[in-house]
């Protein structure tokens, strides 16, 4: 059984390789995909869909049209240059929605199932770059297949059987098993590597469309200011961002260091 995961996983592991090799931020595909993508994206697709209906019977969602317009715009522009990272990206069927939550969070689900809540957008006062480097970093963990590398784990785990009845017999998950597991793709942290990865696909992300990627340095800034005052507002709690996207020390020094790869795609767009 382990020999068979890791063959699989050797199978599908490739490093990711760019167009250019001379521009733009180095990054590792995931590993582990064992559940198609299709199945994760429909999967996330239905949580998503729940999770937004139950924010619209509360009277939650898309108060505010101006900061929806606003988020949609800059998903827009991000969106044009996904196909670098994942070129399925294309086929997505992206959604963006803003939730009404002294939440400091957002999240992008697998195929693109985008929410701000207006805790983080309010709380750090986010101008239009510092929502495009943070949006392109939870785009970067859907493109990179984060929720799906971690989804796979979480099925493996849950039921328990074996990767090869997985690989070919996947009618025998039950929804309520894949419903769990794309919840949990995104409650839980990634790891530190997903993270920086994230990181350095959203910096470009921004760069591409124009948006300048240093913004990713004063969101992070930002944001261990907010966690120091105790989240005000937030019950005295750490900003939920924070639980699932732990702000190591050398996250800031990591994103300074990739800056000159991302700056030159910035500059040509201002050209
Ligand atoms: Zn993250």
Redesign the pocket.
Known sequence: MKFLVLVLAFLSASAFSQQDPKEGVEVQRSRLLLLPASTVERSAGQQYGQLMRAASEKGLLNRDPQQVERLRRIARELETHAVRFNKNAEKWHWEVNLISSKSVNAFCMPGGKIAFFTGIIDQLHLTDDEIATIMG?EIG?ALLEHGRARMSEQVLKSIGITALSIFFNLGQISHEILAQAANLAVSLP?ARGQ?TD?DLVGMELAARSGHDPRAAVSVWQKMSRLAQAGGKGGRGQPPQFLS??PSHESRIRDIEANLPKVMPLYSRTKK
């Open positions: 970093h963990h990634y993270e994230a699932t996207h």
